[in-house]
């Protein structure tokens, strides 16, 4: 029995076996054709549509005239706004992305993917591309959604992609016929000639900036303290902040191999409601798992910016101090099952706080009640301890474990 309307399977041209097997069973069985076509209607359009996702969140200026571009690669890696191969044209006021291998005569012709004004965008990161065994260049090209760039914020229309090694693959009316020049430092030349661009890192400034690894929440990357501000990448949403919009910075989660770096800024949309606010409203961002080695750099780095450190700031330590206060039943009895009088607890913590201020480990929550209890301390108990762990040591038998302790000991 024929379909009476088989236009719905066109979409599944792509593949001649699917589409027999649909048309085939639709045929036996009438009933099923709306259900089907329901169906594939729904995954064209809502495969559409992610298609047509990156070009939604940024407007097509008018003013952006698509003729010849400044300075055109015909195909480059992309990881952002989405991973794979893009050409990447510059204009005047304006950059583009076309799909890969577009021919530079038909770009005025061709739709492009993504659109972003030059106003659009903080600035540009001309960099090392970080953990790579060769050397070679990624140009981050900041642009955002809103009318205007913000101060400090996520930018999901970022352009991320590798440079080509060979300036032959440069074309555009500002390319030297020569292309006797190194990528990196052309495009550094031709973007530091748009007036509306800021370069927030280039070679010329990479040796002023301090690059580590870090994370933000679950995601790794790499954190640049540059002159103009502080930038988080690779992996979406890209983060920067201007320096003017840093607030001040925190230090915490301190151990012997790690720390982590929390930055306070405010944006341009809050700092323009100070005046009916009577204050800006601050955001917090932490990057953490830094390596220890990397401490003093960028001290030195919030020193010379003269960020304001808010490690030690009342807020800090009361929130700090929250985290240490030991836990009492509501008998007034600690977890040994001490009766622990509230006025006395709260002084002996205190002691013990002041005692090991700026300590980052948690306080033991007996410690405040053992004092208590014995303020001058048992010495016999702890000679009857250390009596009990030698007594353990000769009955283990020699183990190795047990001998390289003992000569870890001796040696401290």
């Keep these: 029995m024929p379909l009476e309307n088989a236009s719905f399977l066109e979409a599944l041209s792509a593949d001649q076996d699917l589409l027999a097997e649909v048309a085939t069973y639709t045929s036996k069985h009438p009933d099923s054709q709306p259900l089907f076509e329901r169906v594939i209607n729904h995954c064209t359009s809502s495969s559409t549509a992610k298609k047509r996702k990156l070009t939604s969140n940024l407007r097509h200026d008018a003013s952006i005239k698509l003729s010849v571009p400044s ?17 990447l044209a510059f204009y005047k006021n304006a950059l583009a992305v076309f799909s890969a291998g577009t021919p530079v005569s038909e770009l005025a012709t061709s739709e492009p993917v993504l659109i972003g004004h030059n106003r659009d965008s903080p600035g ?21 959604s809103s009318t205007a760039a913000t101060s400090s914020a996520s930018y999901p229309d970022t352009i991320v992609a590798v440079l080509p090694e060979s300036s032959a693959e440069i074309q ?56 103009n501000g502080v930038f988080f990448g690779f992996k979406k949403p890209i983060w920067y902040a201007q320096l003017a919009s840093i607030v001040a910075v925190t230090y915490s989660s301190i151990t012997r191999m790690t720390f982590s770096l929390s930055v306070t800024t405010t944006t341009a949309a809050t700092t323009a409601t100070i005046a009916d606010t009577g204050t800006a409203q601050e955001e917090e961002v932490e990057f953490s798992i830094i390596d220890q080695s990397h401490f003093s750099k960028i001290d030195e780095y919030v020193r010379l910016n003269q960020l304001s450190d808010r490690s030690m700031t009342e807020s800090r330590r009361a929130k700090t101090e929250l ?10 009895q600690d977890h040994n099952g001490h009766t622990v009088d509230s006025s006395e607890l709260a002084k002996a913590h205190q002691e013990w706080a002041e005692r090991h201020a700026g300590d980052e480990f948690t306080v033991p929550q007996s410690a405040v009640a053992e004092n208590l209890n014995n303020p001058e301390g048992d010495a016999d108990e702890d000679d009857e301890d250390d009596e009990d762990f030698q007594s353990d040591s000769v009955d283990d038998g020699g183990s190795p474990s047990s001998s390289e302790d003992e000569e870890d000991e001796t040696a401290i």
């Design 323 to 332: 985290k240490l206060k030991p836990k009492t039943s509501d008998s007034g």
């Design 172 to 227: 555009g009316a500002s390319v030297p016929d020569s292309k006797m020049f190194s990528p990196p430092s052309f495009l550094t030349s031709f973007l530091k000639s748009i007036p509306s661009l800021t370069p927030i890192i280039s070679p010329l400034t990479e040796s002023q900036t301090v690059v580590v690894e870090a994370h933000r929440g679950t995601k790794d990357g790499y954190l640049y303290l540059t002159p």
């Design 71 to 87: 300075v055109y690669f015909p195909s480059l890696s992309f990881s952002s706004p989405q991973r794979k191969k893009f050409a």
């Design 124 to 144: 540009f990161l001309l960099i090392e591309t970080p953990g790579k065994a060769t050397v070679s260049y990624t140009l981050v090209y900041l642009l955002s």
